[in-house]
């Protein structure tokens, strides 16, 4: 009923886990899950998904990462892990086609994550052996530490700091065995093919494929999605210097693509020369992290980008709360609502990445101001009393980088029962009504500036889609035609699978998320978006534009069947879906 990866996790954690566990507590549990179509070679595949209740929202937390773990997994002949109990000293654990052991791991605590897959790998006797590990910042248990394995990263939701309250350093990963197996195999073969024909043409594959996630960004500033200044701001003359096509010409060197994937958007990058200058190659800055370090506090200093980037992924920060925090520090700071010494003697001055670079420091090892950010952005609002709806948060966690004044889908996405909180790759409509062809699962391109009942619908049926490749897995930069993902999914499984199927399915996990959050203690009130967000922008391509929320939450409640005051579905949408013993 809900194939595997997130669908799979949250079942079994719906069961065991309630309002009153502390998500850092020994009763917390850790799920890595992996998803029937993993092993194969269908684009986008080689992903899992890490779940937990988050220490960061109190709610479902989810996070999910490419690299080369995955398909280990399987390998070792297991769909997935689950992690119960915490240890009293630090420890890793090491599983192979064998079994799992648990190993003392206090020579690697306190290392950053690179020092720690290194060392790991070393002690294996193979390069092979695929590691995820926290850094300091899960160690100390920050709250929205993520958790990296192969340069890549789980970084939403806080799974980091579960991993560090486990005293869980690291999970290494080494099997031999060929373990997937196709119901079959020829009609998968020939379902792949077509479906690797849709990815290759499809104009995102070319964009990310050839300039890295961020090879929109200078897009998005000319239409208005690009958040700039702390979201007060609607277009920024220097965007160019921190783009997609700028890093390609300047600093990549090439691309580090997941296991199964035909697109390639992670890059590898060298900064030649300078203060932050690199030694070699590293992983080059993701979009979301390039906003969070640089429009948002309007830094277009590239080199600093990439030593902010490697900083979170040696520490274990997720690079949009870090940085989005941060972001609002300098609005403060030059807005006059704190001073220097309330923040360690910093003038962060819109424009200069030094304190910045400094904050990140700081939230890892919780030292001074640091210790108050790595509590994020609401405890920085609560601290220096300041409203609410001045904080770029949604169910306490800080809102991803596509503006929803450019488009009024995101404010369903970030704002309106995404289940684990505000959220671009749940719902990302950002992408959807650029042109994804998903007419077949109800999925219609419409204005973007629509706030009216076809945008809730539109929206809810895109968190549907993403709930089930969520738990396939499939990566949502890979889109090929539904008809030809439940193609696929019969070929696997053995199953009847109809985009019809698809529909339901994506419908069910949504759903039992959304019970998951209520069991939690959500409600309606918190499917809200902060004045900030709404403000009309006075320059840049969405100037003057801004969704009626009220208007769409009230049409998406509807079309969900969610109470208006309790935020909860009906008896007979959770029936009809069998959700009704929940």
Request: glycine fraction near 12%; include cysteine; charged fraction near 25%.
């Amino acid at each position: 009923n809900f194939l595997g990866g997130a669908g799979y996790a949250c079942r079994y954690l719906y069961d065991h886990l309630d309002k009153d566990t502390d998500p850092l507590s020994a009763d917390n549990i850790l799920m890595i899950m992996t998803g029937p179509m993993l092993g194969s070679t269908i684009p986008g595949s080689g992903k899992f998904a890490i779940c937990a209740k988050s220490p960061y929202t109190g709610i479902w937390g989810e996070s999910n990462c490419g690299g080369f773990l995955a398909p280990e997994i399987k390998k070792a002949g297991i769909d997935g892990i689950i992690i119960t109990g915490a240890s009293d000293k630090p420890v890793y654990l090491e599983i192979t086609e064998n079994g799992a052991e648990i190993k003392d791991g206090s020579d690697l605590w306190g290392k950053d994550i690179f020092e720690t897959s290194k060392l790991l790998k070393e002690q294996s006797g193979s390069n092979l052996t695929r590691v995820a590990a926290i850094g300091q910042a899960g160690e100390n248990l920050i709250k929205y530490a993520m958790i990296g394995s192969e340069e890549k990263a789980a970084g939403r939701t806080g799974m980091g700091a579960v991993m560090g309250s486990k005293k869980l350093k690291a999970i290494t990963i080494r099997g031999k065995k060929r373990s997937f197996e196709a119901a079959d195999p020829e009609a998968l073969k020939a379902a792949v093919a077509k479906a690797l024909e849709n990815v290759e043409i499809a104009g995102l594959t070319n964009v990310v494929g050839n300039l890295g996630t961020a090879g929109g960004l200078d897009m998005y500033n000319m239409f208005g999605e690009l958040p700039i200044k702390y979201w007060t701001q609607g277009s920024w003359e220097k965007s160019w210097n921190i783009s997609g096509a700028t890093a390609s010409e300047k600093i990549h060197t090439g691309s580090f693509p997941c296991f199964a994937c035909p697109i390639g958007c992670t890059k590898r990058a060298v900064v030649k020369e300078g203060e932050y200058k690199t030694d070699g190659e590293v992983a080059a800055p993701e979009y979301e992290t390039i906003v969070s370090f640089g429009s948002l506090i309007l830094n277009d200093n590239l080199g600093s980008l990439v030593k902010a980037n490697e900083l979170c992924n040696a520490y274990g920060i997720d690079t949009i709360s870090a940085g989005s925090t941060i972001a609002f520090i300098y609005y403060l700071f030059n807005n006059g609502k704190i001073t220097s010494q309330d923040i360690d003697g910093l003038e962060p001055k819109w424009g200069d990445e030094k304190p910045m670079l400094e904050l990140i420091k700081k939230i890892a090892l919780k030292e001074g101001i640091g210790a108050l950010l790595a509590e994020g952005s609401d405890a920085v609002g609560k601290k220096f009393d300041i409203s609410q709806d001045e904080i770029a948060t949604v169910y306490g966690m800080e809102v991803p980088y596509h503006d929803l004044r450019s488009n009024f889908g995101m404010a369903v996405a970030y704002g309106i029962g995404t289940p684990r909180g505000p959220c671009h790759c749940s719902c990302d409509m950002f992408n959807i009504l650029q042109g994804i062809p998903l007419e077949e699962y109800g999925i219609n391109y419409m204005d973007k500036y629509k706030d009216d009942e076809d945008m809730a619908i539109c929206s809810a049926l895109a968190q549907d889609l993403r709930s089930l490749t969520g738990s396939m897995i499939m990566c949502e930069f890979s889109n090929p035609l539904p008809s030809i993902v439940a193609e696929m999914t019969q070929a696997v499984t053995g199953l009847k699978f109809t985009v019809e199927d698809m529909k339901i399915y994506g419908e069910r996990i949504y759903m039992l998320k959304r019970l998951f959050n209520l069991k939690m203690g959500l409600t309606a009130a918190a499917d809200r978006l902060p004045q900030i967000l709404l403000n009309p922008l006075e320059d840049g391509g969405s100037a003057g534009k801004s969704p009626n929320f009220q208007q769409l939450k009230e049409a998406f409640y509807k079309y969900r069947t969610f109470d208006l005051e309790t935020g909860k579905p009906s008896a007979e949408k959770l029936k009809s879906l069998g959700l009704d013993t929940l």
